[in-house]
């Protein structure tokens, strides 16, 4: 018996010790980096909820102005750091090389799915669940029957938005008219750093009839809310809550719970439980979700609103049939 409480109580102080001094936690924004109101400030939340809890130091490294960073960045950082977070698709084959290169590092990637890399591990959102419902309460509510998307990059997670709001869209409203524009084409992340150039674009879809545009662009997106704003239209926020940027003239914001994912990944890697692979945020959860909706609400019947509910639940239940590949 004694000898098994020694062995209790070695295992209960190697734990304790695992990390004898202070960890190191590396962090690579996305495109346009902190102060962006959406993707990389969703991010930046649940990290700092993490190293509040956790007490790590934190080495921020913004992305450079085409939204990438370098390999020699990202090893000078890795030198550094015993935890690398990442954010956006662009850093998927990036993250792959240094973790070849540092194979006692762990690396978390947030935005696509990495699989069979040991030191790996990733948070992906189901955004084509999540965009499905923003569109089908943009077909709901449009009085035009035109409504538009505007993404920052032509990549596969914002296509899988365009998708999924296409989608859903012609769910409520068969016939429902969608603008489709993009800022800049695959491998060109320029685009979700553009707000001169969103606006300019939102403006020219709102002069076409358009009434709601869906924006999946980051930074970018701040120039279609205020084009919406301006014009007295809507716009339709993305990642985190963005409702409050144009209080009335943003529908919904479709969330991303990115803060919850990247906490959840650092809490893991900090208790000793690293998992290697990809886990899966969808509505299922509220790892995806729109808004409360808390500007617009009064501008939004109840009979829509529990059309949304409807489908929401039919996602989760799978009596709406979404492929795996579309959120991937």
């Known amino acids: 018996?004694?000898?098994?409480?020694?062995?209790?109580?070695?295992?209960?102080?190697?734990?304790?010790?695992?990390?004898?001094?202070?960890?190191?936690?590396?962090?690579?924004?996305?495109?346009?980096?902190?102060?962006?109101?959406?993707?990389?400030?969703?991010?930046?939340?649940?990290?700092?909820?993490?190293?509040?809890?956790?007490?790590?130091?934190?080495?921020?490294?913004?992305?450079?102005?085409?939204?990438?960073?370098?390999?020699?960045?990202?090893?000078?950082?890795?030198?550094?750091?015993?935890?690398?977070?990442?954010?956006?698709?662009?850093?998927?084959e990036l993250t792959k090389q240094a973790a070849r290169i540092y194979p006692d590092k762990k690396f978390i990637m947030i935005e696509v799915p990495i699989k069979n890399v040991a030191n790996i591990s990733?948070?992906?959102?189901?955004?084509?669940?999540?965009?499905?419902?923003?569109?089908?309460?943009?077909?709901?509510?449009?009085?035009?029957?035109?409504?538009?998307?505007?993404?920052?990059?032509?990549?596969?997670?914002?296509?899988?938005?365009?998708?999924?709001?296409?989608?859903?869209?012609?769910?409520?409203?068969?016939?429902?008219?969608?603008?489709?524009?993009y800022l800049s084409p695959a491998g060109d992340f320029s685009g979700f750093n553009n707000p001169k150039k969103g606006y300019k674009l939102a403006m020219n879809q709102y002069g076409n009839n358009t009434d709601i545009i869906f924006t999946v662009a980051g930074l970018t997106g701040n120039g279609i809310i205020e084009a919406a704003r301006r014009s007295g239209k809507y716009a339709i926020g993305v990642d985190s809550d963005q409702d409050s940027l144009a209080k009335g003239n943003v529908l919904t914001s479709m969330i991303k719970r990115m803060d919850i994912a990247a906490y959840e990944e650092l809490k893991d890697i900090m208790k000793g439980k690293f998992s290697s692979g990809p886990t899966y945020y969808g509505l299922e959860g509220d790892g995806v979700s729109l808004s409360e909706m808390k500007y617009t609400r009064d501008k939004i019947s109840d009979e829509i609103l529990k059309k949304i509910d409807i489908i929401r639940k039919k996602i989760i239940k799978k009596e709406i049939i979404i492929k795996k590949d579309q959120y991937e």
């Not at 997670?157 to 068969?174: R, S």
């Open 1 to 92: 018996m004694k000898k098994i409480l020694s062995t209790i109580i070695i295992l209960l102080l190697l734990a304790a010790t695992a990390w004898a001094k202070p960890p190191v936690v590396g962090f690579v924004t996305g495109t346009s980096g902190l102060g962006d109101m959406s993707f990389n400030d969703m991010a930046y939340g649940g990290i700092r909820k993490a190293q509040q809890e956790f007490n790590f130091k934190l080495i921020i490294l913004e992305s450079r102005k085409t939204g990438e960073t370098t390999l020699k960045d990202l090893t000078t950082l890795a030198d550094q750091a015993d935890v690398i977070i990442l954010l956006g698709a662009q850093h998927q």
């Open 122 to 181: 990733s948070a992906v959102f189901k955004q084509y669940e999540g965009s499905f419902l923003a569109g089908a309460l943009a077909g709901y509510v449009t009085k035009t029957h035109t409504i538009g998307f505007i993404g920052g990059a032509e990549v596969p997670a914002v296509q899988q938005f365009e998708k999924g709001f296409l989608d859903g869209a012609e769910y409520a409203a068969p016939g429902t008219k969608v603008l489709v524009e």
